[in-house]
């Protein structure tokens, strides 16, 4: 147990004796996976020692803001400032730490004091690093896995080696573990288990753990995984949560609970993806055609947290220039395998994500807005000035009723909801009612209205550059396209105010199609500039903080 301690920062420059003092005041104690070590409130009367396994920390509101593994102290703020747990600390599978009471701290202190030292030293320069960094946890790949069938199905053959092997970084593949591999003295449901996959955690950088059809190798592989992948067959008429699934999700953060929905060959269209998320709750959902090797690839881009995004900004009749970025990627072999856009970056990310090539996408536009003339048409000023119907219209037949879920890549759309002044995430429903919604800018077009009654606007209203929201989404590198340069965006006007135009010099300039001879700023340029000034407030802390986290987002503005 001396080496145990010697693996912590706080310990590290301990002598012998110090760790052998540590050792001797300190018991051991096994959390199973889904129990709390603490509990909010609770109180601070012990300081634990993760020896195996792996916790998570939950704020009182839900919010998981910390994981500790193997190594790390639990506890040990309020530990020494003698006051209650601040937060819940979780085992995300079976675990094992050392326990170390106030009574045995203070015993062992007084004979060591050099240990008190070495703990508040390593405290103070935590705290310090701590300060400016607390934002909410960025998505985060497991090191162990549990792989599931749903609904009492059973995986494809061959299914888990192909995700083993999509799953590899580097060079080194993860270790599947299946029941095979359990030494035969060895209980699945036993203490011992979660020991013995530590053993093999240590010598292996990802475990996947594999389902059996055995009741307590599948209760026990969930109870000491990180993550939770439930395999579906898309198709499959029986969609209700099997014995087993009702055991594991509830063991795992919603964040920690993926969906793989399997079809035979890619080609097959994808519908029905919503009976099985409804159950389910997970986080994020991938489709899978058995026979693509780049859908594995994709999937296993997720799993290790290296999933390629890109964010797309609002912009106007500039967003086709979204098109030509994703073109760029393309032909330099660079996967995108997550859109997410505000407006017109939500109109691009959504058709590329419903498998429109580039050039599909531009045609696209190209007969909406300068064919079909979808946003030429105006009407009597009382819910906005242009008529939506042909733009709706457009928009239902080239986007169409399809459930964002049923896409084959992952895509977010964000618009502004004026109900509750917050951002309005769009994850599932139709596609073209989230491109509408993202697109409504206000006073231009009516608002969208939701089936709970909530209305909704432009997303630029309240962001304009959606990377945060990636980043919570998935790990991995994004690609963030903004339509508007940080330098140089002075928008300034020579035209004096006194020379804004009467009610009749407006309607003969209209009759005789005369351009006025200085140009005041039009309502149209008015509210687009307006629109994003709080979202360009928002965007340079969130550009700063996307630089300095460990996936690294591209900026490109054009």
Same mark, same amino acid.
């Given at each position: ?83 209650? &747990?601040?937060?819940? *600390?979780? /085992? ?8 170390? $009471? %106030?009574? #045995?701290? =203070?015993? +062992? ?96 950088? &990802?475990?996947?753990? *594999?389902? /059996? ?8 592989? $969930? %109870?000491? #995984?990180? =993550?939770? +992948? ?115 970056? #939500? ?212």
């Amino acid at each position: 147990m001396t080496s145990e301690f010697s693996r912590v920062e706080a310990f590290s420059g301990l002598d012998e004796a110090g760790l052998a003092a540590l050792q001797q005041a300190s018991a051991g104690r096994v959390v199973a996976g889904g129990d709390y070590l603490v509990r909010y409130g609770e109180e601070a009367d012990s300081l634990y020692l993760v020896s195996t396994g792996r916790f998570f920390v939950q704020l009182a509101n839900g919010r998981v803001v910390a994981e500790i593994g193997a190594g790390e102290p639990v506890g040990e703020l309020a530990f020494f400032s003698g006051g209650t &747990r601040t937060a819940d *600390v979780r /085992a995300t599978r079976d675990s094992f730490v050392f326990e170390l $009471t %106030r009574e #045995a701290y =203070d015993r +062992v202190v007084a004979k060591h004091p050099e240990i008190a030292e070495s703990i508040l030293s390593v405290l103070s320069k935590r705290l310090a690093r701590a300060t400016g960094q607390l934002g909410a946890m960025e998505a985060k790949p497991g090191k162990v896995l549990a792989l599931i069938p749903a609904a009492g199905t059973r995986l494809p053959e061959g299914f888990a080696e192909r995700l083993c092997r999509a799953l590899t970084r580097g060079g080194e593949a993860p270790r599947m573990v299946t029941i095979a591999d359990k030494p035969g003295t060895l209980a699945a449901d036993s203490d011992g288990f979660g020991r013995w996959l530590a053993e093999i955690e240590r010598s292996t950088e &990802r475990i996947v753990l *594999v389902a /059996a059809g055995d009741e307590n190798w599948d209760r026990s592989i $969930t %109870r000491n #995984a990180d =993550d939770l +992948v439930i395999v579906a067959p898309l198709f499959e008429e029986q969609c209700e949560r099997s014995p087993l699934e009702d055991h594991a999700i509830p063991l795992f953060l919603r964040a920690n609970r993926t969906l793989l929905l399997w079809r035979e060959q890619r080609s097959q269209e994808i519908t029905g993806s919503g009976r099985w998320l409804d159950s389910r709750n997970v986080k994020l959902h991938h489709h899978i055609g058995l026979d693509s090797e780049e859908d594995f690839a994709r999937v296993g881009r997720f799993l290790t947290g290296s999933a390629n995004g890109v964010v797309l900004a609002g912009g106007g009749a500039l967003g086709c220039a979204h098109i030509g970025v994703i073109q760029g990627l393309i032909e330099n072999g660079i996967p995108v395998d997550f859109y997410g856009g505000t407006s017109a970056g #939500a109109a691009m990310g959504g058709a590329i994500a419903q498998g429109l090539t580039p050039d599909e996408t531009v045609t696209q536009c190209e007969e909406m807005f300068i064919t079909a003339k979808a946003m030429k048409k105006m009407t009597i000023p009382v819910h906005s000035i242009l008529d939506p119907r042909v733009f709706d219209r457009e928009l239902e037949n080239r986007y169409g009723n399809k459930d964002i879920a049923d896409l084959p890549y992952n895509f977010f759309g964000v618009s502004t909801n004026l109900t509750t002044n917050s951002i309005y995430l769009h994850r599932r429903g139709p596609l073209w009612h989230a491109v509408r919604a993202s697109g409504s800018l206000p006073t231009i077009l009516p608002p969208f209205i939701t089936e709970e009654g909530d209305i909704l606007v432009d997303g630029g209203v309240l962001d304009n550059v959606p990377v945060a929201i990636m980043r919570e989404a998935k790990a991995g590198p994004n690609v963030v396209v903004s339509l508007r340069s940080d330098a140089g965006d002075e928008w300034r006007s020579r035209t004096k105010y006194k020379s804004l135009r009467t009610p009749g010099q407006i309607l003969r300039d209209i009759i005789f199609r005369r351009k006025p001879k200085e140009e005041f700023p039009g309502i149209v340029d008015i509210m687009s500039r307006s629109m994003v000034v709080t979202s360009a407030s928002m965007r340079r802390p969130a550009m700063r903080a996307s630089s300095a986290c460990k996936s690294p987002t591209a900026s490109a503005p054009s």
